[in-house]
C-alpha cells in the first residue's frame, strides 16, 4: 500500500539555524500539506500546496517558512531560522483531490528539537 | 511563555468489549469528518470518514455516526483489541482543505 515517507525521522538543530523537513508524498496525489504537533498538544495545520503555489496557510506559517516541490517526488518545508518555540512533530499528507472528502494521508513524521 | 500540555482524557476497555469515542466539533459549516488512530511516535493513521449528509457510516470493526444538531461526533470500535491501543483524534474539513483536529482521546485496551 503506498505511504507518504518522511526525513529525517529526528532533526537537532541549534536557535537561529535553517532546517529542511522533506517529504514524499503518495505517488498519484496531487494536495500536499503539512502539519505539527507540539508535544501534548493537538495536530494543527500549517498549509497545503497544489500546483506548485500555496492554496492555503495558518497563521503559524510566517515568513519562517517555506514550502517547495523541487522535483517530481518530493516536498519539503524549510524553516529560516528556527526558535525554541518550532520544535514539534512535523506530519506532511498528501491527498488525490482538495477539499472536502478527500482523505489526507499522513506520513510518520519528523520530530524537530530546537537547542 | 510556557506551554501547557493537553490533559487528553482516557478510555480504558477490556479487550473484547466495545469502545464509544466520543468528540465534540466547532464548525457548524464542517462537511466532512474524519476519525484518526495514533500511535506512539507515529503519524495519524486514517480509520474512517463521514460527510456531513450522512448520519452513520460502518467500517471494519468501526462505526462512525455524526449528530449534526449538537455538532458529535462518536467512534465505535467492536470487540476491542490490544492492537487499538492509541490516541484518537477526530478532525472536521469545513471549506478548502485544513483539517481542523480535536484534542484527542487516549484509548487503552487491557488484556
Known amino acids: 500500500e503506498p505511504e507518504v515517507t518522511q526525513t529525517p525521522s529526528h532533526q537537532v538543530t541549534q536557535m537561529g539555524q535553517e532546517v529542511i523537513l522533506r517529504c514524499v508524498p503518495i505517488?498519484?496525489?496531487?494536495?500536499f500539506y503539512w502539519y505539527r504537533q507540539i508535544l501534548g498538544q493537538k495536530v494543527e495545520f500549517l498549509v497545503s500546496f497544489y500546483n506548485n503555489e500555496i492554496s492555503e496557510k495558518s497563521e503559524i506559517f510566517d515568513d519562517q517558512f517555506s514550502v517547495e516541490r523541487p522535483d517530481g517526488s518530493n516536498f519539503t518545508l524549510k524553516i529560516r531560522s528556527t526558535k525554541l518555540e518550532d520544535s514539534a512533530m512535523y506530519f506532511c499528507?498528501?491527498?488525490?483531490?482538495?477539499?472536502?472528502?478527500?482523505?489526507?494521508?499522513f506520513g510518520p513524521g519528523t520530530r524537530l528539537t530546537v537547542l | 511563555g510556557e506551554s501547557v500540555g493537553l490533559h487528553l482524557p482516557t478510555l480504558s476497555v477490556q479487550e473484547g468489549d466495545n469502545s464509544i469515542i466520543n468528540c465534540a466539533y466547532s464548525?457548524?459549516?464542517?462537511?466532512?469528518f474524519i476519525w484518526y488512530k495514533q500511535e506512539s511516535g507515529k503519524g495519524p493513521q486514517f480509520i474512517i470518514d463521514?460527510?456531513?449528509?450522512?448520519d452513520k457510516r460502518q467500517g471494519q470493526r468501526v462505526t462512525v455516526l455524526l449528530n449534526k444538531t449538537v455538532k458529535h461526533l462518536s467512534l465505535q470500535i467492536a470487540a476491542t483489541q490490544p492492537g487499538d491501543s492509541a490516541v484518537y483524534f477526530c478532525a472536521e474539513q469545513a471549506y478548502g482543505n485544513k483539517l481542523v483536529f480535536g484534542a484527542g482521546t487516549i484509548l487503552r485496551v487491557k488484556s
Open positions: 505517488s498519484n496525489h496531487l494536495y
Open positions: 499528507a498528501s491527498s488525490l483531490a482538495g477539499g472536502s472528502s478527500h482523505t489526507q494521508y
Open positions: 463521514i460527510r456531513s449528509n450522512m
Open positions: 464548525n457548524s459549516a464542517s462537511d466532512y
